[in-house]
């Protein structure tokens, strides 16, 4: 079935770009804006015979892709541009503002890039080519602002597909070289070279896999991230979804090309920044896992229920955000911070790379950096000499504050090397303890 299609005259006057629209609504015959293709600009006829023979190809692409099967259907895209032109207030005859029109145009866009199943189709390849070229013509970013036309959740939706239990979350975070805070609070920094379960419970699984940094010695960050969201018949579908980022990859579906799945938009990926941040929303357990690209490498952060995160807690299986690293994996950042470095050079970075303890400190404290936060940044300026992974720092201090309802903090903004005279003092303490408590039981049997 046809739709409606906005046709956007656009001319300049006086330096300026400005757009008019041309409206023609429920259009079914033939004709130069009639039949249905992308929405486009009105196209002078002076442009020649040569687009005149392009609008021919186009007439009814999307009809004809729609006869050939679910996957490709252009027709979608048309509903998102509908929305987005009421949003944007272009209806009837303009003049339009022009970064108005390349916000619809850029909607239609984003949505075509993202449909499946039409790989072959040469009509699907013109219809995209068209909206490009027409972005071009009035000067459009392919990166920007869009309209948000996710096909709206039913209003009823069945009470599986709605989290039931109570909305106290809890946060677990992964970064940098790499940090870790676990769902219970706790702060590490760990070897974990090679693949690492961060979660797996009955819903979904998080596979983050570290690769040395580039021209360090043990250095190491996370390089890929794999989510797994298991099956769900009634609120997504029986088959599990895959997600894979990879350094220099972020794509904005899961593997087969999806970013929305379900009738109820239950499970979606939501491109935040392109190339740079996406969210996946778990929506039937109010979960969000965050991905995030700094240089070549990714930060990662999830939300989960608590009541969730202690069913997990019930599993004797390895998972990072629950448990935390393994004995042998942990790194004592405090001993190393401690000793300027002096204590295990190995962890510094060649001296073509070094970042001396002052200096990271000083950099690290001019990000505002506080807490553990900051010492994971002057740790991997020392041991990597990358200030990106004081941009990942700074992320992962926001979504504590973001996202820890109750976070626990001191801003503490340098090191402080009491930190390491605690420990055998606790340890001292709790020794002597142990021992009254052993003579008090033995002295009365």
């Not at 890929?224 to 972020?250: H, M, R, W």
């Not at 295990?344 to 073509?352: E, G, K, M």
Request: hydrophobic content about 35%; glycine content about 6%; aromatic content about 8%.
């Amino acid at each position: 079935m046809a739709y409606g299609i906005l046709c956007f005259a656009v001319y300049r006057q006086e330096g300026s770009l400005e757009a008019r629209g041309l409206l023609c609504p429920a259009w079914k015959g033939m004709g130069p804006c009639g039949y249905h293709r992308p929405p486009s600009l009105a196209i002078s006829s002076c442009l020649g015979y040569l687009l005149v023979l392009l609008g021919v190809t186009l007439m009814s692409v999307e009809g004809f892709l729609h006869t050939k099967g679910e996957g490709c259907v252009v027709a979608r895209c048309s509903d998102q541009f509908e929305v987005a032109k009421q949003e944007l207030g272009i209806s009837g005859h303009g003049p339009h503002d022009s970064v108005a029109v390349c916000t619809a145009l850029r909607t239609y866009q984003n949505c075509i890039t993202k449909i499946v199943g039409c790989q072959g189709e040469l009509m699907y390849y013109t219809a995209r080519n068209i909206v490009l070229r027409q972005m071009e013509e009035i000067n459009c970013t392919t990166n920007g602002q869009t309209v948000y036309t996710s096909k709206p959740r039913p209003s009823i939706i069945p009470a599986i597909c709605l989290y039931q239990g109570k909305t106290v979350v809890r946060h677990c975070g992964l970064f940098g070289d790499p940090h870790l805070r676990t769902f219970s609070k706790e702060f590490q920094t760990c070897k974990i070279k090679g693949a690492w379960p961060l979660v797996n419970n009955d819903y979904l699984t998080v596979q983050v896999t570290n690769n040395p940094v580039t021209g360090t010695h043990h250095a190491t960050a996370t390089s890929k991230l794999t989510v797994i969201v298991k099956g769900n018949p009634e609120c997504t579908s029986k088959d599990f979804q895959t997600y894979q980022a990879q350094s220099n990859l972020l794509p904005n579906t899961f593997d087969d090309g999806r970013a929305v799945v379900g009738p109820y938009n239950s499970l979606e990926v939501v491109e935040v920044e392109a190339g740079k941040h996406i969210e996946i929303h778990i929506r039937y357990i109010e979960t969000v896992v965050a991905i995030r690209q700094i240089g070549r490498y990714f930060t990662f952060s999830i939300t989960m229920p608590d009541e969730l995160v202690n069913q997990s807690s019930s599993s004797q299986e390895l998972q990072l955000c629950v448990r935390g690293c393994p004995l042998a994996e942990l790194i004592n950042y405090q001993e190393f911070l401690a000793s300027r470095g002096r204590l295990n050079t190995s962890y510094q970075s060649p001296a073509r790379l070094t970042i001396l303890q002052p200096q990271a400190e000083k950099i690290c404290r001019a990000a505002k950096l506080v807490d553990f936060y900051f010492d994971s940044c002057v740790f991997d300026l020392m041991a990597t000499g990358d200030e990106n992974f004081t941009i990942s720092a700074i992320i992962a201090l926001q979504d504590e504050l973001r996202l820890d309802p109750s976070p626990n903090l001191s801003n503490r903004t340098a090191y402080d090397d009491r930190q390491e005279n605690l420990a055998p003092c606790l340890c001292v303490s709790q020794l002597a303890a142990f021992l009254t408590l052993f003579f008090s039981i033995h002295l009365y049997t």
